[in-house]
């Protein structure tokens, strides 16, 4: 049965085999990704910037999976050279990557006239530069592989206004257009390309803004299910876009929010 799982009609929906790279790795939605990507049968290389973490979650995760490669570098890919040094490396060891997965970003909450020139540059250097940059840099690679796939890890703040602050916005809303014009440009190159929009996950950093009870409290409310999504959730989601069960989507943003975008008054 488990061979029929793995080969017949059920095998496309996972990922036995497939090469994944996963940025921002190391916790959060991204450590959540790289848990369930091994779980369904993936490699996968790790990237965030804190070696030991990398280092710990790297021996946790192949006793678990050992009979799967999970390999990890440390980088700062804010910075260009980085994300060079980052593809240098994972193409020394696999000759095709079946899957991108840019999670890495970061925010700054503030009025939006508080923003300096330089916090501005950084968060969209961060948040979107690096993303479009991996994906170039990451091109070869996927084309090389059959059936390969970016999965962009938007939000529901590049869909609506929130009050998350009006840069990390801008540089989701840029992300999923860049999923879009991606995906029609590389599609003859069998690469497809997908971004997902987050809602509240339950993660260390949204831990952190939700214990004002009554702002978890204003997020409840705008939620039509009525809870926080677990990390697993979405990382399941935007692990579905990778999968061979998902051949036939490209371009396209699958909001993973409870329901929160579409809930009007």
Known sequence: MLQYFRRGTLGRWRLDGRKLLITGASKGIGAAIADSALQLGADVWLVARGSARLQQQQTELQQRFPQQQVFFRAADLSDADQRHDLLHDVQSRWQVLHGLINNVGSNLRKPALQYTLDEYRQLMDLNLTTALHLSQLAHPLLRSAAGASIVNIASVAGLCHLRTGVVYAMSKAAMLQMTRNLAVEWASDGIRVNAIAPWYTDTPLARQVLADADYRTQVLQRTPLGRIASATEVADAA????????????????????GMSVNGF
């Open 239 to 258: 692990l579905f876009m990778a999968m061979p069960a998902a051949g036939f989507i490209t371009g396209t943003c699958l909001p993973v929010d409870g």
